[in-house]
């Protein structure tokens, strides 16, 4: 299993402009995620899905969105970069254990830059 | 109040200490809690669960006190293997239903030789 994959790794945006990250998981998880992490801060939850077809908006999502159209796929989308955008964006997913404890599946993430 | 809390660190110590970090979380209905570690620049990964009644894999050691709604995690005989950020993370259910993971800021360990 190649685990949850996400490209590209690095992206520099001019302000204005749009792009997609991409995220794809091999584990057939049902939940996925899109986190962003600011320098010396933790992890900051933008949306997530725990199905196809099915997301929903996490702390921070104004400035995103995203789609769920299989089960291993959950692009995110920035629309008109701005410079706090600036940060790196990790995907994970997850599937419910016995406990339910709903343990996550990170990828290297994607470090993006706007300027 | 931040829902999750940590002392950032950093915790410079020698191979082979002890070292313990401690972290508070503020909703009393959390429901599951994690220990993850983070390298520098790479995903956060599963360290371990923190079980009520306590959990210890090898060298490391997680309690939780719900009373208090504190976490703790233990590292026994450092190892400079071991230098990293710690991520308290705290599952709860979120306003719409829904189980989601909150991350405190992480504690900065160093281990040196």
């Known amino acids: 299993n190649a685990g949850v994959t996400q490209t590209p790794k690095f992206r520099i945006l001019k302000i204005g402009q749009s792009m997609t990250l991409q995220c794809t998981q091999d584990?057939?998880?049902?939940?996925m995620y899109w986190y962003r992490q600011d320098p010396g801060m933790g992890l900051k939850l933008i949306y997530y899905s725990v199905g196809a077809g099915i997301t929903d908006k996490g702390e921070v999502p104004n400035g995103y969105n995203v789609s769920r159209s299989t089960t291993e796929d959950f692009p995110l989308r920035l629309e008109l970069a701005a410079p706090s955008q600036t940060s790196v964006y990790f995907c994970?997913?997850?599937?419910?254990?016995?406990?339910?404890?709903?343990?996550?599946?990170f990828g290297p993430g994607t470090r993006l830059t706007v300027t | 109040r931040k829902e999750v809390e940590q002392d950032p660190g950093p915790f410079n110590v020698p191979e082979g200490a002890t070292v313990a970090f401690n972290c508070t979380y503020s909703?009393?209905?959390?429901?599951?809690f994690f220990w993850y570690r983070q390298d520098c620049r790479k995903e956060p990964k599963l360290l371990m669960s923190?079980?009520?009644s306590g959990n210890e894999d090898g060298r490391f050691t997680a309690q939780l006190n719900r009373a208090s709604q504190y976490i703790s995690l233990l590292i026994r005989d450092s190892k400079l293997s071991d230098s990293a950020t710690y991520l308290c993370?705290?599952?709860?259910?979120?306003?719409?239903?829904?189980?989601?993971?909150?991350f405190g800021s992480g504690t900065r360990l160093q281990v040196q030789p």
């Open positions: 993370v705290v599952n709860k259910i979120n306003a719409t239903g829904r189980r989601a993971l909150t």
């Open positions: 584990m057939n998880h049902n939940y």
């Open positions: 923190v079980y009520s």
């Open positions: 909703n009393s209905a959390s429901q599951s």
């Open positions: 994970a997913s997850s599937s419910p254990t016995r406990t339910h404890s709903y343990e996550q599946y």
